[in-house]
C-alpha cells in the first residue's frame, strides 16, 4: 500500500473505471463506528463512488463490525453473508472490532474478499481498489496494542440530517475483566482539541446544530496528550463556537464526575443534561469480579451531585446480568440498587464469555435460564422508570430539536414524536400531549 494518509483521507484515488460504482455499509455497534462508517462513505463518494443502502444491490458491501457481545458477533456474520445473496459478483468486506480480534475466524467464510482490522479501514478505498486489479484476498490487520497516537481519520464526517457524531479519541486501558474492546481497539489515543474545534467549526458551516462527543472510552480523553487536557477542558473549548446549540455525550466513567467536573459543567449550556453513566452492576462485590474502579457508594454520590446541580438531568446507563458468580443474592442487591436510582433507561445485556478476557476463565458462570429470568426484571424495571421519566413532562412546554419531519429528541434524550409535520433540524418549543410507545407527542 504506497499511498499515504493524506491522499487515502481526502479519496485522492483515481476515477478510473468507478463511474457508476455502488458501495453499500452497513454499521453494528457503537457510535464510534457510525463516524468511522460516516468517514469511510466520505472517502468512496470522493473517489467516485455512489453510496446506497446496504439492502440494495452494489459493487461494494463493507460490514463495520462490532464484537462487544456473542450476539454481536452473530449479527455481524449474518450481515456479512447478506450480501452476496444480492450480487454475487460483489467485493464483501468484513472491517472493524470482530475483524480485529477474529480475523481468522472471518476468514472462514468464503464470501468475504477483504479483512480488516479497526485501524486499517481508513485505507479501506485504496484496498478495494487493489482487490477490484489483482482479485487477490486481503486480510490486514496490525496490532493495535502498540498504537500510541491518534491517526486522524479524515475531513468532516455526518451521520445524520440534524446531528453530528464527532470522534475525539480512540482506545481503553480499563480493562475490566469482561470486555474485549482494549484487544480490538488498542490503548487511550486522544485527538488534539484544535482538530476536534476545526471539525466542529465546519459540521456548524451545514447547519447542524446538535454534535455527539463519542470515543471508545471519552472519560480518558487527553491523558496521552503532552498537556493533559481533560474531556470537561475540551467541552470549554469547543463551546464557544458559533452554530452549535446542543452538545451531547457520550457513555462516561462514572469516576470522570466529581465537582470540579460538575462546578464547570454548570457554565456550558449547550452541554445536554443527559448522562450515560456506565453502571454494569449494583452490587460491590460483583463490581469488584467486573474490576469495575468504582463502588456504588461513589455511584450514589455522583448521582445526587448531578440531580442538586443540572436541571432535569436525565440518567442512563448499562447493566449485566448473569455475570460469573453472580448469586441471587447479588442480583437483588443489583435490582434494589436500580430501583433506589430511578435511572430513566437501562441497557441491559445477559453476559456472553468474550475469549481472551479474564472473566471467560471464571468459575461459576451463570446458567443461561437464569439470565433471561433477571434480564427480563430489569427490562420491565426499565420500562417502569422510563414511563415515569416521561410522565412528568405532560401538559408542560418543551424544547425538541426534529431530526426527520416527525421525530425528534429534548436535551435530556425522551423521544418526541409530532403527527404534524415539522421542519427537520429545527429546535422548537411543543407542548406535551402524551405518552404513546415509548414516546411523547407533542
Known sequence: ???????????????????????????????????????????????GYEVVDYSEVA???IVNTCTVTNMSDRKSRQILRRAKELNQNSVLC??????????????????IDIILGTNDKRQIVSIVEDFMKSHQKQLIVTIVLAERKYVEWGKTAITSKARAEIKVQDGCDR?????????????????KKEDVHDEIIEIAKT???????????????????EDKPKLIDLLEYIHKIPGIERIRLGSLEP???????????????????HFHLSLQSGC??????????????????????????????????????????ETEEEFETTYEFLKEIRFSK???????????????????????????????????????????????????????????????????YIEVYSKEEMKPNEIVVKKVKSWENGKVLV
Open 284 to 325: 460491590d462485590s460483583t463490581l469488584e469480579r467486573m474490576n469495575r474502579r468504582y463502588k456504588t457508594e461513589d455511584f450514589r454520590r455522583i448521582v445526587r451531585m448531578l440531580r442538586e446541580n443540572i436541571p432535569e438531568v436525565a440518567l442512563t446507563t448499562d447493566v449485566i446480568v448473569g455475570f460469573p458468580g
Open 346 to 412: 437501562m441497557h441491559v445485556f445477559q453476559y456472553s464469555p468474550r475469549k481472551g478476557t479474564k472473566a471467560e476463565k471464571f468459575p461459576n458462570q451463570v446458567d443461561t435460564k437464569i439470565k433471561a429470568m433477571r434480564s427480563a426484571r430489569l427490562i420491565e424495571l426499565s420500562n417502569q422508570n422510563e414511563e415515569e421519566f416521561a410522565f412528568q413532562y405532560i401538559g408542560k412546554e418543551i424544547e425538541v430539536l426534529f431530526e426527520n419531519e416527525h421525530d425528534g429528541h429534548t436535551t435530556n
Open 207 to 225: 447547519g447542524i446544530k446538535e454534535i455527539v462527543i463519542t470515543g471508545i472510552h471519552i472519560s480518558s480523553y487527553g491523558k496521552d496528550l
Open 94 to 111: 468484513a472491517v472493524g472490532c470482530y475483524a480485529q480480534v477474529a480475523a481468522e475466524d472471518l476468514a472462514k467464510i468464503q464470501d
Open 255 to 273: 469516576l470522570i464526575i466529581d465537582e470540579d467536573f460538575v462546578r464547570r459543567l454548570k457554565a456550558l449550556p449547550k452541554v445536554c443534561n
Open 59 to 61: 459493487d461494494v458491501y
Open 1 to 47: 500500500m504506497n499511498l499515504n494518509d493524506k491522499e487515502i483521507n481526502e479519496g485522492n484515488v483515481s476515477n478510473e473505471n468507478k463511474l457508476n460504482k455502488k458501495v453499500a455499509i452497513y454499521t453494528l455497534g457503537c457510535k464510534v463506528n457510525a463516524y468511522e462508517s460516516s468517514v469511510m462513505a466520505e472517502s468512496f463518494k470522493k473517489a
Open 175 to 191: 480493562y475490566c475483566s469482561y470486555c474485549i474492546i482494549p484487544y480490538a481497539r488498542g490503548p487511550v489515543r486522544s485527538r
